[in-house]
Nanobody
């Protein structure tokens, strides 16, 4: 059974870079046809898909996040990492990593497994 676990800071100051890591166990991030996504839940907005890195280590981002988002993978550690630059208090929320079955352009098709989520607060 594939399991995902988010890790990283819970408090980030405005203008800084948020870096979160998702550690995957029970499966490889380069397994066939999987899309490894970051999603967040913020106040008043519900769930927002941020972007993914897929089984070919190709990354794609939501237009809402593309200018300040980078997702990378480390196959030796079986991890993938989100970096979100120039954060503001509006970036406060719960961040999830998830294993997706596919994408249609910028729309995820579904997720087989989720991490438990990690709370991130942006405040000075």
């Amino acid at each position: 059974q594939v399991q995902l676990q988010e890790s990283g800071p819970h408090l980030v100051k405005p203008s800084q870079t948020l870096s979160l890591t998702c550690t995957v166990s029970g499966g490889s991030i380069t397994s066939d046809y999987y899309y490894w996504s970051w999603i967040r839940q913020s106040s008043g907005k519900g769930l927002e898909w941020i972007g993914y890195i897929n089984y070919l280590l190709f990354s794609r981002y939501s237009p809402s996040f593309k200018s300040r988002t980078s997702i990378s993978g480390d196959t030796s550690k079986n991890e993938f990492t989100l970096q979100l630059t120039s954060v503001t208090p509006e970036d406060t929320g719960v961040y999830f990593c998830a294993m997706g079955i596919g994408q249609a352009d910028y729309h995820p098709l579904g997720f087989e497994s989720w991490g438990q989520g990690t709370q991130v607060t942006v405040s000075s």
